[in-house]
Every structure is written in structure tokens, then in C-alpha cells.
């Protein structure tokens, strides 16, 4: 039986890379793509995820278009990483669909309020602001989500690559990451050292490009440009951790853990300050991942595109 999920996401390289492993994965029954600017502004994250999803063979997801800034801080996109279009330049074949009718927080409320109990996966590739205006709106849709799988946050609390405290989709909107945290379902986090443990380099990029297809030669050539941005031999593939972890668990070692998530020091706002010493906890943290296997699977993957 096919995993029901939502996709809120910021593409963004890495997660074109995920949408396109999404759209790989028969294991994911992908109800709805919501967008949130995060990487770049809201309207070339929705544009992009719509593209994508078509390049993907999944123009009939729909896309809702989400939040254009976060809850209370000031928005600031990393065109350098991810070009002004947020895909590194690359102008994928073909035309992006329109988005569909409803914001992404109604769409979230209307999908988890016509769920069943512990149902939906929610997969959270962007800063959190859509989950959370969904939540603030009708707490009661919490009862819906089997679980978030959230890529963001560090397990060194000085690790970030935001700001020395603090990873971006996190160090973007703390607050949103608060409530959503505190709606109290089950979550499994990537943080960032598991993704760069899982970096690719130019050989995995060309192997790649070698599969021909529209998905793998627009994959390439946006890692390229991330390659580029990164300026050093490997770039972390951070989003598609979490589509893998859903595909392959057994690829990932996951320890329970508490959580706090900083909101009210301005110095380390979006700061993770993970808790391992426990034995029981609805919060789960990748510890690290078998990356040989990652980068094989991701590949194999990408290339049925
Ligand atoms: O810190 C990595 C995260 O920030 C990824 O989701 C990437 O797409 C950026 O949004
Ligand atoms: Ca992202």
C-alpha cells in the first residue's frame, strides 16, 4: 500500500532532486505539492515545483501556493546556491502548469481534516510557515498526520549553515518549526551532517547526466551549478534524505530524541538542540545513513525518470 504524502517544499536544486525521487517512488501516493519561499521567492518555488512535477510525469499533483515570507522574520533567499530561478538557470523543457485553486494552508487543512486518524505523511523540504498557519487555524488536523519527515536542523548545536547556530529551513522561521513541533506528532528529522555525509561529486553528478533522460540530464545540469556554488568537490543533497527514508529506512540509523528549537535568543533564533540521552520519545534524528548505499539508490532511482 502506497504511503499517502504531502510535499511542502522550496525548490530549490535539492529539492528538485527530491520532488524528482518523489515522482520515482510507487512506495509514495503524493496527494498535494505545497510551496513556501524559502530557497527563492514564492512564486519561482511554485512555478518550479509545478514544472517539476510535469518534467516528473506528475503534472496531475496538485501545487498550492503557500506563504511568501515567514512568520515574524524577514525572508532571505540564497539565490547564489540555487540561481535567481532556483534551479541553478537550468530552464527545464516544456511548460510549468498553473497551480491549483487554495493556498497551500487551506490545502493542508482541507487534505488532514478529511484524513483518517495517524494517515498523511507530511514531508517538510522548506521553512515550516504553511504547517504552522495550517495548525494555528484548525489545531485539531494534527490528528491526521502519520508523521513529519523534516529535513532542517543540526545535531551539533554550533553546526548550522544558516548562521552558526542554526540550518536554514529552521534559521528561516523558528517560530513556524516551534508549533509545529509542538503539535506533538511523530517526527523523523535529516539534519545536516547526515546529508553531507551522503555528498555527491562529479563523477555521481555524470553518472547522472549519462542517463539521458529529461529529469536526469535537468538534474545534472542543476547540480552543476550547485557544484559550482558549493565551490568545493562535494555538495550535500539534503531534501531527497527524505523521500530515501521513507523509500528505504534501512538505510538511515535513527536515535529517539528531545527537541528544543531556539525562538527567543536572536543569536541562535532556529537553533536544534538535540537530546539523544532518551529512551522513548516521539522524535526520531538520523544519526547517520549508509552513504555508499544513498548515492547508489539515489541514482538507481533517478534514472527510471
Ligand atoms: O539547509 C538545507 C535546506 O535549506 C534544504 O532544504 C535546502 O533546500 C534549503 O532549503
Ligand atoms: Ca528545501
Known amino acids: 500500500m502506497a504511503i499517502p504524502v504531502i510535499i511542502d517544499t522550496d525548490p530549490g536544486i535539492d529539492d528538485a532532486l527530491a520532488i524528482f525521487l ?7 501516493d503524493i496527494r498535494a505539492v505545497t510551496t513556501v519561499a524559502g530557497n527563492v521567492g514564492i512564486n519561482r518555488t511554485t512555478r518550479n515545483a509545478a514544472h517539476l512535477l510535469s518534467l516528473g510525469g506528475r503534472s496531475h499533483v496538485p501545487v498550492h501556493r503557500g506563504a511568501d515570507r515567514p512568520l515574524r522574520q524577514e525572508l532571505a533567499t540564497i539565490e547564489d ?3 535567481q530561478n532556483g534551479l541553478g538557470g537550468v530552464e527545464l523543457p516544456g511548460t510549468a502548469p498553473a497551480p491549483a485553486e487554495g493556498s497551500a494552508t487551506e490545502a493542508l ?21 504553511n504547517l504552522a498557519l495550517a495548525l494555528q487555524k484548525q489545531p485539531g488536523i494534527a490528528r491526521a498526520v502519520r508523521e513529519f519527515v523534516v529535513m532542517g536542523g ?9 548562521t552558526r547556530y542554526a540550518e536554514f529551513n529552521i534559521h ?3 517560530e513556524a518549526a516551534a508549533i509545529v513541533l509542538a503539535a506533538g506528532r ?16 562529479r563523477a555521481w553528478i555524470e553518472a547522472l547526466r549519462a542517463g539521458g533522460g529529461p529529469c536526469a540530464l535537468a538534474g ?27 523509500i528505504a529506512p ?47 539508490r539515489l541514482l538507481e532511482r533517478l534514472l527510471r525518470l
Open 22 to 28: 518523489a515522482c520515482a517512488a510507487p512506495e509514495l
Open 81 to 83: 546556491i540555487h540561481g
Open 109 to 129: 487543512i482541507r487534505h488532514l481534516a478529511a484524513a483518517a486518524p495517524e494517515s498523511l505523511t507530511i514531508v517538510l523540504l522548506g521553512p515550516q510557515t
Open 154 to 162: 543540526s545535531l551539533d548545536p554550533e553546526g548550522g549553515n544558516s
Open 172 to 174: 528561516t522561521d523558528p
Open 186 to 201: 511523530p517526527m523523523t528529522w535529516i539534519p545536516l551532517e547526515v546529508a553531507r555525509q551522503a555528498s555527491v561529486d
Open 220 to 246: 545534472a545540469a542543476m547540480l552543476d551549478f550547485y557544484l559550482r556554488a558549493f565551490d568545493r568537490p562535494q555538495a550535500a543533497l539534503y531534501d531527497p534524505l527524505t523521500v530515501l527514508w521513507l
Open 250 to 296: 534501512e538505510l538511515f540509523d535513527l536515535r529517539p530524541a528531545t527537541l528544543e528549537i531556539e525562538t527567543l535568543d536572536a543569536a541562535r533564533a532556529g537553533q536544534t538542540r538535540f537530546d539523544l540521552a532518551t529512551s522513548t520519545s516521539q522524535i526520531r534524528v538520523a544519526t547517520r545513513c549508509d552513504d555508499r548505499a544513498v548515492r547508489t
